[in-house]
């Protein structure tokens, strides 16, 4: 059963920074954010391959950063300047091919 666990969510003022991060049980190709705020559709934040290709929403360009420590099977999202819009619940996703995993999500609000 694989497990993908994220932390580092919580309260921060428009401006602020925060890192997320996923924990996960296996090792996979890619690695992934989405997010969901209220009322909305769960949307793709950005994404890293094992050797280090990123891809970014348009949302996040210029204020977000992805990373992974493969040796940890772990992926990070360094978000700054953050905005009241970026509140949601943030999910990693995981996957090889077909294989696809999601965690629990961690709530992020951004707040004053």
């Known amino acids: 059963q694989v497990q993908l666990v994220e932390s580092g969510g919580g309260l921060v003022q428009p401006g602020g920074s925060l890192r997320l991060s996923c924990a996960s049980s296996g090792s996979f190709y890619g690695m992934a954010w989405y997010r969901q705020a209220p009322g909305k559709q769960r949307e793709f934040v950005a994404t890293i391959t094992s050797a280090g290709r990123t891809n970014y929403a348009d949302s996040a360009k210029g204020r977000f950063t992805i990373s992974r420590d493969n040796a940890k099977n772990t992926v990070y999202l360094q978000m700054n300047s953050l905005k009241p819009e970026d509140t949601a619940v943030y999910y990693c996703?995981?996957?090889?091919?077909?294989?696809?995993?999601w965690g629990q999500g961690t709530q992020v609000t951004v707040s004053s």
């Open positions: 996703n995981s996957w090889n091919g077909p294989l696809n995993y």
